[in-house]
C-alpha cells in the first residue's frame, strides 16, 4: 500500500523556521516526484514545489522561490518542506503527494499525505 | 502563468441529479488536466487525468471531458458522497502547475 505520513501540527511564533517531513513507502520513493501543496485556510490549492530525490532536482513555484526550501533524503524515503522567516500569512495545512498513474509521474497526484498544519501566531 | 478558472463557484444540486462543472485554462493546455475531489478535513483524492481519463476505481458516473482550453467533470447521478469541493489543475505547464479556485457542489 502506498502511504505518505506526513509530521505533526505545528505552532510557531512570527519569525521562527519549521521543516516538516513527508515519509514515502509502499512505493518506489527515488524516482517519483514528490510535490508540496499549500491550502490556506478556507482556501484552494497552490503548487508549492516538486523534488525528484533520486537526484534532489527541485523546481519551485514563482511566488514560493527564495521562501521555501524542499529538500529529501532518500536514504530514509523523506521529503522535507523548510520555511523561515515565518509570518501569519504561512498559516496553512501543507500537503505532499506523489504521481503513480500515468505515462509521465510528476504532473498530477494519486497519492497524498494527510497534510501537517501549521499555525504561525505570536 | 497559465491560470484555471472554475465555475461555477458554488453549485447547489439534488441528488440524483446530473452535474456539469467547468474548468478553463487561460491557454492552450492540449489534454494535460486533472481534476481532484476534496472532502472537508481530508486531502484531495485524483478523479481524473488526461482530461477524460478517469483514475483508478473511480465509480463511472464521473466522466471528464474537453481539450484546449475547456474541459468539464460530470458526475451522471449525483450521490450523496459526491457532495465535496472539486478542483482542476493543469500540467501542460509542467514544472509549473496550476490549480483552479474550487467548485463547491452542494445539497439543494
Known amino acids: 500500500e502506498v502511504q505518505l505520513v506526513q509530521s505533526g501540527a505545528e505552532v510557531k511564533q512570527p519569525g521562527e523556521s519549521l521543516k516538516i517531513s513527508c515519509k514515502g513507502s509502499?512505493?518506489?520513493?527515488?524516482?517519483?516526484?514528490i510535490v508540496w501543496v499549500r491550502q490556506m485556510p478556507g482556501k484552494g490549492l497552490e503548487w508549492v514545489g516538486l523534488?525528484?530525490?533520486?537526484?534532489?532536482?527541485?523546481k519551485y513555484s514563482p511566488s514560493f522561490q527564495g521562501q521555501v526550501t524542499i529538500s529529501a533524503d532518500k536514504s530514509i524515503n523523506t521529503a522535507y518542506l523548510q520555511m523561515t522567516r515565518l509570518q501569519a500569512s504561512d498559516t496553512a495545512i501543507y500537503y505532499c503527494?506523489?504521481?503513480?498513474?500515468?505515462?509521465?509521474?510528476?504532473?498530477?497526484?494519486?497519492?497524498w499525505g494527510q497534510g501537517t498544519l501549521v499555525t504561525v501566531a505570536s | 502563468e497559465i491560470v484555471m478558472t472554475q465555475s461555477p463557484a458554488t453549485l447547489s444540486v439534488s441528488p440524483g441529479e446530473r452535474v456539469t462543472l467547468s474548468c478553463r485554462a487561460s491557454?492552450?493546455?492540449?489534454?494535460?488536466l486533472a481534476w481532484y475531489q476534496q472532502k472537508p478535513g481530508q486531502a484531495p483524492k485524483l478523479l481524473i487525468y488526461?482530461?477524460?481519463i478517469r483514475a483508478p476505481g473511480l465509480p463511472a458516473r464521473f466522466s471528464g471531458s474537453g481539450s484546449g482550453t475547456d474541459f468539464t467533470l460530470t458526475i451522471s447521478s449525483l450521490q450523496s458522497e459526491d457532495f465535496s469541493l472539486y478542483y482542476c489543475?493543469?500540467?501542460?505547464?509542467?514544472?509549473?502547475?496550476?490549480f483552479g479556485a474550487g467548485t463547491k457542489v452542494e445539497i439543494k
Open positions: 503527494a506523489t504521481g503513480l498513474v500515468g505515462a509521465t509521474p510528476g504532473q498530477f497526484f494519486d497519492s
Open positions: 509502499g512505493y518506489t520513493f527515488t524516482t517519483n516526484w
Open positions: 523534488i525528484y530525490p533520486a537526484d534532489s532536482d527541485t
Open positions: 491557454q492552450y493546455i492540449s489534454s494535460h
Open positions: 488526461g482530461a477524460s
Open positions: 489543475q493543469q500540467y501542460h505547464n509542467w514544472p509549473l502547475l496550476t
